[in-house]
T-cell receptor
Framework: AQTVTQSQPEMSVQEAETVTLSCTYD???????LFWYKQPPSRQMILVIR??????QNATENRFSVNFQKAAKSFSLKISDSQLGDAAMYFC????????????FGTGTRLTIIP | DAMVIQNPRYQVTQFGKPVTLSCSQT?????MYWYQQKSSQAPKLLFH???????NEADTPDNFQSRRPNTSFCFLDIRSPGLGDAAMYLC?????????????FGPGTRLTVL
């Protein structure tokens, strides 16, 4: 079974600075998807960014980018120019590409933005 | 806007009293999921429907049931809630059958068991 580990329960960053959230995973599969989801306080979870395992190029979405290291099974999220609206719980998630619709989540990292 | 709607947002029930949580979607997605999220923990998948096909997770207690009467609606029934069932319940949808299918989440229902 796949597992996802987020070793940083809490992180904080100064507004406008850059922060990196860590995620590692364990799988025996070669084809899969990885995601970062954001869950703001009392609001619904939304997708931040995704990475397909067969693509070597790291995904980027505006201020959000990932560092995907397939051999090391590492998938970190970098947030540049942090904004107050980035404050949220961030979950790393794994999904196989073999018909199973299931997402396996990590335990999350709570990100605080310091004005 | 197309979305995933959960009602109610907050639900209080008594120990052992059956409760039903509802989820509806306007995305016309064929897959609907129910997750349980306890405080400071990761969402845990309880089960999902792929069209009318029900897929239960192996470790989901029998106390939890689900119904999907049509594409748009899905219900979570807790037959005899215990104190340990107090949690946020998240509904999500996706367009299954594609190589990549993003899950769209509702705002959740926070269940309190007295």
């Amino acid at each position: 079974a796949q597992t996802v580990t987020q070793s940083q329960p809490e992180m904080s960053v100064q507004e406008a600075e850059t922060v990196t959230l860590s995620c590692t995973y364990d799988t025996s599969e070669s084809d899969y998807y990885l995601f970062w989801y954001k869950q703001p306080p009392s609001r619904q979870m939304i997708l931040v960014i995704r990475q397909e395992a067969y693509k070597q190029q790291n995904a980027t979405e505006n201020r959000f980018s990932v560092n995907f290291q397939k051999a090391a099974k590492s998938f970190s999220l970098k947030i540049s120019d942090s904004q107050l609206g980035d404050a949220a719980m961030y979950f790393c998630a794994y999904r196989t590409n073999f018909g199973n619709e299931k997402l396996t989540f990590g335990t999350g990292t709570r990100l605080t933005i310091i004005p | 806007d197309a979305m995933v709607i959960q009602n109610p947002r907050y639900q209080v029930t008594q120990f052992g009293k059956p409760v039903t949580l509802s989820c509806s979607q306007t995305l016309n997605h064929n897959v609907m999921y129910w997750y349980q999220q306890k405080s400071s923990q990761a969402p845990k998948l309880l089960f999902h429907y792929y069209d009318k096909d029900f897929n239960n997770e192996a470790d989901t207690p029998d106390n939890f049931q689900s119904r999907r009467p049509n594409t748009s609606f899905c219900f979570l029934d807790i037959r005899s809630p215990g104190l340990g069932d107090a949690a946020m319940y998240l509904c999500a949808t996706s367009r299954g059958g594609t190589s990549y299918n993003e899950q769209f989440f509702g705002p959740g229902t926070r269940l309190t068991v007295l």
